[in-house]
């Protein structure tokens, strides 16, 4: 590489973590999440509109984002069930929080029950905007106000609802919810009349252009010394440790969308390349930037290039567990970047694009 990129090396625990989610059926799998399932499928969240999917496809996205993290059974439940008594975002209330808080514990358990309940019914946006302003007390403790009066959340539902909070986001979110949702948590409220262009569900699917920031704000409050260590640190941002700035997300993303829409130069890799590479030192986190990057390198015969690009690439979707450009699910952006990791490894990239429809991974 002309200039050294921040790519980060694959870890294997992590890929390993992540292989067997690939699997549709991983859930039903899962001792502690499988008996819940059934139960909530019985509710239609199959057939229920959420975002980028169904609300199926959003309940297991998040769960299976905790399930990478590591976090235990209330937290990795409270993803699986945290919109059922519907919540101020969605007016989907699969389960009546008047009459069948009991129905819930039975098949959750006391504690993840209320965590649901309180996610549900406590406003995640006084929720997000609080973290956001560091507004923790010294014990991680956090005061809200609920029905129009004080309710203080314990450290350890602080650090539970931030991880969830961080998996909601990333499993959602895209251009569509940037422009009908400007600025959240301060949200821009504007008539359809007047925007009725920006309502076009789903529109360009572009990743978003100011979310993955918040995500990484919400990430480094984990660090408070009233929350750290409650929870497993989610490894995304080297363990929320590192910082991406708004500026840097927003120059990423639309240097890399610059090349998906082929805005660059085509007869020859050279200016992709660079732009490409200029997303990836601007927002190192993602992967899809360094997907598309080492296909490039492949492309130009610079195939170590491409392996550490690949290595990266999958470093990052297996720390999210969902993806960042939403055109496809995450599974198929890993198994696309292991194509290309294969092929860098050894050298076997196709030189005629009708073979491209060929490649398959082997082992």
């Known amino acids: ?61 998040v769960a299976r984002s905790l399930a990478m993290w590591q976090q235990p059974r209330d937290v990795r439940l409270l993803g699986l069930l945290h919109s059922v008594y519907g919540n101020a975002f969605v007016d989907l209330v699969k389960f009546d929080p008047a009459k069948e808080r009991a129905r819930v514990r039975e098949i959750a358990g006391e504690s993840a029950e209320h965590l649901v309940y309180l996610f549900c019914t406590q406003s995640r946006t006084q929720f997000v905007q609080r973290v956001l302003a560091g507004a923790l007390e010294s014990d991680g403790s956090l005061v809200l106000e609920k029905d129009g009066k004080p309710h203080t959340l314990t450290p350890y539902e602080v650090a539970a609802f931030t991880i969830v909070s961080m998996a909601d986001t990333i499993e959602q979110w895209f251009s569509w919810q940037d422009d009908i949702y400007s600025r959240f948590p301060t949200v821009q409220h504007r008539p359809q009349a007047v925007h009725w262009a920006a309502s076009l569900w789903p529109g360009p699917m572009r990743p978003s252009g100011r979310m993955v920031s918040q995500i990484n704000a919400l990430g480094r409050a984990l660090q408070h010394p009233g929350l750290k260590g409650l929870l497993p640190m989610p490894p995304v941002f080297n363990g929320c440790t590192a910082e991406l700035s708004a500026t840097d997300e927003a120059a990423a993303t639309s240097l890399y969308w610059s090349v998906i829409q082929q805005d660059q130069p085509l007869a020859d890799l050279d200016v992709a390349t660079a732009v490409l590479e200029s997303a990836v030192r601007h927002n190192p986190w993602v992967g899809e930037p360094q997907m598309v990057l080492a296909q490039l390198y492949l492309s130009a015969g610079r195939n170590a290039d491409a392996a550490a690009a690949a290595a990266s690439a999958l470093q990052q979707f297996s720390a999210w567990g969902n993806s960042w450009d939403k055109r496809v699910q995450w599974d198929a952006w890993v198994a696309w970047t292991r194509i290309l990791q294969q092929s860098a490894t050894e050298g076997t990239w196709p030189e005629r694009l009708d073979k491209l429809n060929n490649v398959a991974l082997r082992g």
């Open 1 to 61: 590489m002309t200039m050294t990129l921040p790519l980060q090396p694959l870890n294997a625990d992590l890929l390993a973590r992540a292989l067997p989610l690939l699997d549709e059926e991983w859930l039903a799998r899962d001792a502690d999440l499988a008996p819940v399932l059934p139960v909530v499928l019985a509710r239609n969240v199959g057939q229920d509109w959420h975002k980028a999917g169904t609300f199926r496809h959003h309940l297991v996205g």
